[in-house]
């Protein structure tokens, strides 16, 4: 079995979906600093794994809902997730290579560019103001990302996907 069989499809559309509740779950003010980049990562996860079956517009489309629930300016997420893609569609060969720590740099990498892309629109479209602390969710993002790569890796050996 694929992950173009509806099973293997099902669990890609599952598994971004319950990243995209991650991402927008309710926290105290005090923690969403803390808070990892679950979309991203989820992101990152599926072009790696299945790079003819997740790209870009699935990058738009998750980076449009979330505009939507969170109520940003439309197109401000569509915009960084659809990079975000667009460049792990570019190193998933690369990546693919890496053993699990390498992969972890890459993704604070992949996951910084993409924090440092939101705070400049988020500038661009109003008053705010910059600091270094929200390259912290890229930074648990990236020590997050052996036990998610580990945890769907074998989800879908188990489920004898791809």
């Known amino acids: ?24 779950m309710p926290l105290p003010d005090a923690w969403l600093i803390w808070r990892p980049e679950w979309l991203g990562l989820m992101l990152i996860y599926w072009c790696v794994a299945a790079p003819q079956r997740v790209g870009v517009f699935h990058g738009f489309l998750l980076g449009l809902l979330l505009d939507l629930i969170e109520g940003s300016p439309l197109g401000q ?33 992949l996951l910084g560019i993409a924090q440092l892309i939101e705070q400049w629109l988020r500038t661009m479209f109003g008053p705010f103001s910059i600091n270094l602390a929200f390259l912290l969710s890229a930074l648990i993002g990236a020590a997050l990302w052996p036990w998610l790569f580990t945890m769907l890796q074998a989800l879908r050996r188990r489920l004898e996907i791809g």
Request: aromatic content about 8%.
């Open 1 to 24: 079995m694929t992950l173009a069989s509806p099973r293997g499809l099902l669990l890609i559309w599952l598994s971004l979906l319950l990243a995209l509740c991650l991402q927008v």
């Open 77 to 109: 997420n569509a915009l960084v997730f659809s990079l975000l893609a667009y460049l792990s569609l570019m190193v998933y060969q690369r990546m693919r290579a890496y053993a699990l720590v390498q992969q972890a740099v890459l993704v604070l990498v």
